[in-house]
C-alpha cells in the first residue's frame, strides 16, 4: 500500500476517526489543519500521525485526498490549489460512502445520542468480532480483516446520502441545525430518504412520532419502553451505580441487561443495540456481558473531580439532550445540587429554540450562562444575546465570563454540569484553575 490519504482538516471529529482507522489498517495517513489545539489530535499524535500546516505543497501526485466539509476554495489554500489543478479529493462521507460497501455495515443516524449509541455498538462489536468503527468523538479503530463496520451516520447538510448500510439504528427525530434545515418536515424527509437506503434492517425508536412516519425498503423494528414496540425495555432499575433492565421482543423475554451508565435516554440506547446485533444473528450472552463494560464516549457525561468538586463535561447543545444529560447527573446524584454551565451553539439554533431552551434548563438547580459560540458557517448572527435566554429561564439564571467564573462558588454540596458544543470547555478549565487556587491558597 503505497498510496499515502492526505485528510484536509484532520483535527475535525470524523476526519481524525477516519485517519485513525486508515492507519490502524495499514495505510499511510498524514494531514493538514489549523495550529490552534482540538482535542482530538491527542489520538493521531499519539499514532505518529503528521499533522501539517495548510500548504499547497502538502498536494503531492501520490496523495488520495480527503476533505473536510468546513473547508471550501475561498477559506483554504489547499482546496483551491486542487481546484486550480485538477487535483481529485472527496468530501469525508463521499469517501466513507465508497468505503463501507466491503462490510458488513451498521450505521447510527438520529437527531441526538448518535455518538453514545456509535459508541455503545462499537464497544460491544468489537469485542465479540473484528469490527473496525467510526465515532464521532474522534474516535476510530481499523482492522485490515474486519468483516463488519460501525459507523455514525450524521445528517447535517444530508451527508449521510452516499451511505447504504445493512442495518442503521435511528435514535430520533428533531428539528434542530436551523442554518441548514428549513422545518421539522424537511428533517424528516432527510431521514426518511437515508432509512431507504438500508438493506436488510431499521431499528427506530418507537416512541418518536416522527419516527413513526419514516417507511423503509428493508424490515422496521421499533425499540422503546412502551406495549406496541417490538423490542421493549421493562422492569427498570436506576441506580447511582448504573441502569438494568430486561428486553422482551414480541413477547419473548430476551433477559436482564446492565449498562454502568445513566439516563433513560442510555436505556434506550442500549436497547437499540441489542436489537440489532440480536436481528443480526449474535449471541445475545455475548452482548449482555460487553454492554457492562462500555465505559461511555468522548465529552458525553465525561466526569472528572477537582479537588473534591464533581465535574460534568457534556457535548449537550440541543434542548433535548440538556434534559438527557440532567436526567443522568440527577440519577447518579440525587442528593447533590445540579448546576449547568451552559453555553448556547450557533445564533441560528439560539434564535429557533429559545424557549425550549429555556425550558430544558430549568430542570437544573442553577444555571449559568456563557456566551453565544457563533459558527463560522453562519453569515447572520439575527438579533440575539445570552442574555435573551437568561431572562426566560426560571431558575435563578446568571451570565459568566471565561475571566470569571467566581460566582460557581457559590455552591456547596454541588455537581456542576458544563454542556456545549463550542469552547465551553474554555469555562470549566477557568473554574478546574479557580478551584485549584483556592486549596492552594489554603494550604
Known sequence: MTKTYHFIGIKGSGMSALALMLHQMGHHVQGSDVEKYYFTQRGLEQAGIKILPFDEKNLQADVEVIAGNAFRPDNNIEIAYADANGIAYKRY?????????????????????????????????????????????????????????????DEYERHFMPYHPEYSIITNIDFDHPDYFTSLEDVFNAFNDYAKQVSKGVFVYGEDKELRRVTANAPIYYYGFKEGNDFIAHDLLRSTTGSSFKVSFRGQELGEFKIPSFGRHNIMNATAVIGLLYTAGFDLNLVREHLVTFGGVKRRFTEKMVNGTTIIDDFAHHPTEIIATLDAARQKYPSKEIVAIFQPHTFTRTIALLDEFAEALNQADAVYLAQIYGSAREVDHGDVKVEDLAAKIVKKAEVITVDNVSPLLEHSNAVYVFMGAGDIQTYEYSFERLLSNLTSNVQ
Open 93 to 153: 462521507h463521499e469517501f466513507l460512502g465508497t468505503f463501507m460497501r466491503d462490510f458488513v455495515s451498521m450505521g447510527v443516524a438520529g437527531a441526538h445520542g448518535k455518538t453514545s449509541t456509535t459508541g455503545m455498538l462499537a464497544h460491544v462489536l468489537s469485542n465479540i468480532t473484528d469490527t473496525s468503527y467510526l465515532i464521532g468523538d474522534g474516535t476510530g479503530r481499523g482492522s485490515a480483516n474486519a468483516k463488519y463496520f460501525a459507523f455514525e451516520a
